[in-house]
């Protein structure tokens, strides 16, 4: 079965993002570039709620025309753009990103049958709400922490509101140059 990966940019003090949504805070490097790519290499489709996938629907596909984009955004936004994309919403018209499909709720059974899927991994990013519901689940496999060297002191947590306490253990752990710590913790 495929693993469910939960990758996320973190302050120290925990947040994803700033009070009002804003990701100026994050320390960019070719570890951290080299590490994106190698993910979404490994992957075969990305379970988003509405806000991130309407952000990555609007930015990624312009990127392989961009003449200022860096070559490794080239690179990223051709593999993301390629790959199987769901989006979980209620209201949310139509999943336009080519590749795209829309689920109007998260439902385990669902969820682990796409799981089942031969191909590759799947990657939530951003998506707070989603990635809640579905840890709350059980069905994270993973959660790929690039925890920043900033304290934002408010904004938007990853895991709150949790049903319940649960144990993760370690299986990688890296320095980026940047002062970025890459921590890969798996579910037990």
């Not at 031969?118 to 990635?131: E, M």
């Not at 895991?159 to 710590?181: A, H, K, P, Y």
Request: charged share 20%; aromatic share 10%; proline share 3%.
């Amino acid at each position: 079965m495929n693993k469910l990966i939960s990758t996320h940019w973190i302050s120290l003090d925990g947040f994803i993002a700033g009070p009002m949504g804003e990701m100026d805070w994050i320390r960019g490097d070719d570890q951290l570039s080299n590490y994106e790519i190698g993910l979404v290499n490994g992957a075969s489709s990305l379970l988003l709620g509405k806000g991130t996938y309407q952000d990555f629907a609007q930015y990624w596909p312009t990127v392989p025309a961009n003449p200022n984009a860096a070559a490794w955004e080239k690179t990223y936004a051709k593999r993301i753009n390629a790959l199987h994309k769901v989006v979980i919403s209620h209201n949310l018209q139509a999943a336009n990103w080519p590749t795209s499909e829309l689920w109007r709720e998260l439902d385990a059974e669902k969820v682990n049958a796409f799981k089942a899927r031969a191909g590759g991994d799947i990657l939530t990013y951003g998506s707070a709400t989603i990635v809640q519901q579905l840890t709350n689940l059980g069905l994270v496999d993973e959660y790929h922490w690039l925890i920043h060297p900033i304290v934002l002191g408010k904004g938007r947590r990853l895991l709150d509101n949790l049903e319940q306490r649960f144990d993760i253990e370690l299986v990688d752990s890296e320095r980026f140059n940047s002062g970025v710590m890459k921590l890969i913790y798996r579910r037990v």
